[in-house]
């Protein structure tokens, strides 16, 4: 490369770059399918019919409990020279279920905020912009 080809490529080295990019861990839980559970009738083996796999069973004594988790991160920055600005929002959904000792569902609790996870320059509050 000629000397007055590397000064007219510098200007596009040093330019200012932005970039996002998302992360997820396993699908997405769905609050219908959750109020579709009802406590005293559904089993665990319909409970695995709907939403597949749980991510970990805790025995409980002769009860059982299966967790569901979603996670998703969404990531926004901007580059200039050799410094980078980074913005991070990670959100999960989590559900905990609970059988009683013949595997029929007692109760269950669940927090859906993976859908509010935002991109956000680092100069930015993801809670308040």
């Given amino acids: 490369m ?32 959750i109020t579709e559970l009802t406590p005293g009738k559904t089993t665990a083996k319909e409970v695995t019919a709907l939403l597949g796999a749980p991510h970990e069973v805790v025995q409980l004594g002769k009860r059982t409990a299966y967790r569901y988790d979603y996670t998703t991160t969404k990531r926004a920055g901007f580059s200039i020279l050799i410094v980078s ?33 935002a991109y956000a320059m680092p100069w930015m509050d993801v809670e308040r912009d």
């Fill in 2 to 33: 000629r000397p007055t080809q590397a000064l007219l490529a510098l200007p596009l080295l040093l330019a200012p770059a932005c970039f996002i990019s998302r992360d997820t861990v396993n699908v997405p839980l769905v609050q219908k399918t």
């Fill in 85 to 117: 600005f980074l913005n991070q929002d990670t959100r999960q959904d989590r559900a905990w279920l609970f059988f009683d000792d013949a595997d029929v569902l007692t109760h269950v609790g669940s927090s859906l905020e993976a859908e509010g996870a």
